[in-house]
């Protein structure tokens, strides 16, 4: 605990790094609202001499946003919903089963973290590419596209995630093991202790991995730009960019659209908040 003569100290400097980091995000509402002239004016405009409102609407009449707000949402759901099933068996069994080869197996899922992304992409595309017997393939997957622009390419690679594994490995580490111990003299097996003992008091990293996956899969570019090529399957990242072509960028209508789409994970955070600091915290005390 700081000192009371650093508390205003303190206080200041957070309120200080508070304002920096929101900022941008008074930037774009702020230029949603503005006119491209005011937008390009020499002479920087901070607030708008009259909020042009008609930014959103025009935003929404370009490009099919049913489609593309449904495609995300569909994937952000099955892919956070699959993430916790397999993220949550994942990290009960590194911390409560003892099994030959534990430790090692859960030090070569950590080497994942340290793997960017983006080395791992064409490898990956070219797994789905050649899924047997999906998108057209022969039972050798050669033939078709396998799950090339299609949902499943979207979600497969984030179904997963090493740092998913370690916060719940390092929730459970924190649960007693009388509870466990109780749990089998009572006749419980491992599936049904974990689902009726471990879940409901796993609330806070339930909730931290929700917000941690919801957030990646909603705003993902990179990995649908790749594995997609029609616009039935694009994504709301990748409809920010009919906004932006060789000669110019539409400022005003790009910076709508993108206010619209924090809305949802901003109501996800309030919602989550309270446990996802406390899943945060508690995933890190031990080792």
């Not at 400097?13 to 929101?22: E, K, Q, R, T």
């Not at 179904?159 to 466990?180: H, K, N, W």
Request: aromatic residues 14%.
């Amino acid at each position: 605990m700081p000192r009371k003569q650093f508390i205003v100290p303190v206080s200041l400097a957070m309120l200080a790094l508070s304002v920096a980091m929101l900022l941008p995000f008074f930037l774009m509402i702020l230029t949603s609202l503005k006119t491209m002239d005011e937008i390009f004016s020499p002479r920087f405009v901070w607030v708008p001499e009259r909020l042009d409102w008609a930014n959103y609407a025009e935003a929404l009449q370009r490009g099919d946003w049913g489609t593309y707000v449904s495609n995300t949402l569909y994937v952000t759901i099955v892919t956070v919903f699959v993430s916790l099933l397999i993220n949550s068996f994942a990290g009960y069994a590194f911390a409560k089963l003892n099994f030959k080869g534990r430790d090692i197996l859960f030090l070569l899922s950590l080497i994942g973290l340290m793997i960017p992304p983006q080395v791992t992409m064409i490898p990956v595309f070219l797994v789905l590419k050649h899924i047997p017997l999906a998108g057209g393939n022969d039972l050798w997957g050669q033939g078709g596209l396998g799950w090339i622009d299609s949902y499943n390419g979207l979600i497969a690679p984030y179904v997963a995630g090493s740092f998913g594994v370690f916060l719940f490995r390092q929730f459970f580490l924190q649960i007693p093991q009388e509870l466990d111990d109780a749990a089998k003299l009572d006749g419980m097996g491992r599936v049904k202790a974990f689902f009726h003992l471990y879940v409901p008091l796993s609330k806070p990293v339930f909730a931290t991995l929700v917000a941690l996956k919801a957030t990646a899969s909603w705003n993902e570019y990179t990995w649908p730009l790749i594995i997609t090529n029609s616009d039935e399957m694009k994504t709301v990242q990748l409809a920010l960019s009919m906004f932006r072509d060789e000669n110019q960028v539409q400022w005003d209508l790009l910076m709508a659209s993108t206010t619209m789409l924090v809305i949802p994970l901003l109501i996800l955070f309030a919602f989550t908040q309270k446990y996802f600091i406390e899943g945060i915290v508690a995933s890190g005390v031990k080792g």
